[in-house]
Each structure stands twice: as structure tokens, then as C-alpha cells.
């Protein structure tokens, strides 16, 4: 069964650093555009990364609020996503959440459960 697995959030200091990890599997995870999201409470759930599968050159996209200190990756042998967090601010505080995207149906998608990351000063 299709599985996505966050883990990695945690409490950390402002100007701090976390790496968070995404598990997938029971897909065909290299045809996949991998992201990671983010929510906080009573606000939308918005984009933070991006990044395409092989085929379409594994190109990062960012959220400019994030863009300079956030760096996702992927490893397409373990089927692994990353989010290094840097520079952490109070703002990032949120529940993120990897996605997986077929981009040739678009409504080929799933969700991860989230993990949180709080960001204190």
C-alpha cells in the first residue's frame, strides 16, 4: 500500500536547524513530483518545496518566504525526501507535509500525516 512517512520535526531555537525525512513507498516513486507543505492553524495549507521527478531534471521550486534557507532533495534508490531547514524563524512554526504527485493525471496524489515543527525564541 502507497505509505508516505514524515519524520525529523521537532522543537528548535530560532536561527536553528532540522532536517526532516519523508518515507514513501507502494509507488512508482521516481515518476513522482515530490513537495513538502506546510499548516498552521485556521490558515491555508501552502507549498514550501518542490522538486520534479528524474524525467523532468529533479528542478527545485520554493516558496519565497523559504527560498535561501530551505533545501529539499531526493534520493529516487531509497525513496527518501528531505527538507533541510535552516535559519529557522518563528514563523515556520507549522505541521509539514510530503507529497507525492503524478504529474501526468494530477489527481494522482497522496499525502503524508505531517510532522511538527515548532520554532520557538
Known amino acids: 500500500q502507497v505509505q508516505l512517512v514524515e519524520s525529523g520535526g521537532g522543537l528548535v531555537q530560532a536561527g536553528g536547524s532540522l532536517r526532516l525525512s519523508c518515507a514513501a513507498s507502494?509507488?512508482?516513486?521516481?515518476?513522482?513530483?515530490m513537495s513538502w507543505h506546510r499548516q498552521s492553524p485556521g490558515k491555508e495549507r501552502d507549498l514550501v518545496a518542490a522538486i520534479s521527478s528524474p524525467s523532468f531534471g529533479s528542478i527545485e521550486n520554493y516558496a519565497d518566504s523559504v527560498r535561501g534557507r530551505f533545501t529539499i532533495s531526493r534520493d529516487n534508490v531509497k525513496n527518501m525526501v528531505y527538507l533541510e531547514m535552516n535559519g529557522l524563524k518563528e514563523e515556520d512554526t507549522a505541521m509539514y507535509y510530503c507529497?507525492?504527485?503524478?504529474?501526468?493525471?494530477?489527481?494522482?496524489?497522496?499525502w503524508g500525516q505531517g510532522t511538527q515543527v515548532t520554532v520557538s525564541s
Open positions: 507529497r507525492a504527485l503524478d504529474v501526468n493525471t494530477a489527481s494522482g496524489y497522496y
Open positions: 507502494g509507488f512508482n516513486f521516481s515518476k513522482y513530483r
